[in-house]
Nanobody, 131 residues
Framework: VRLVESGGGTVEAGGSLKLSCEVS????????MGWFRQSPGKEREGVAG???????SYADSVKGRFTVSKDNTKHMLYLEMNNLQPEDTAVYYC??????????????????????????WGQGTQVTVSS
């Protein structure tokens, strides 16, 4: 399984970026996908996830600003980020799971505590938001 993120960069506060994650050598449409981020000195946190049926979930900190989507035919996962703020600065990772257990909590929400259920990870792409 190979996941490759792209689209990171540096923007000013209030700006936008769209991240992409290309997934290969995997049955993309049969697995949930997620976006996570990690900034220096902080633990990795869940940002947004999308189920096999296309149901999205978001961390409270990004709800209303970020949109997760996917294209099953292209094996691509996306994260559109609007109104970016300096606290969004981090390395962003995409991940997928092996369908042994759901990677979402009982409310269907992406959560940091269930990160161990996300099995395969990309190498990350840096997002920097200047104030």
């Amino acid at each position: 399984v190979r996941l490759v993120e792209s689209g990171g960069g540096t923007v000013e506060a209030g700006g936008s970026l769209k991240l992409s994650c290309e997934v290969s050598e995997y049955s993309f449409s049969r697995h949930s996908m997620g976006w996570f981020r990690q900034s220096p000195g902080k633990e990795r946190e869940g940002v947004a996830g999308i189920t096999t049926t296309g149901d999205p979930s978001y961390a409270d900190s990004v709800k209303g600003r970020f949109t997760v989507s996917k294209d099953n035919t292209k094996h691509m996962l996306y994260l559109e980020m609007n109104n970016l703020q300096p606290e969004d600065t981090a390395v962003y990772y995409c991940a997928t799971e092996r369908a042994v257990q759901t990677p979402f909590d009982r409310f269907g929400k992406i959560t940091t505590s269930l990160i161990p259920r996300w099995t395969y990870w990309g190498q990350g792409t840096q997002v920097t938001v200047s104030s």
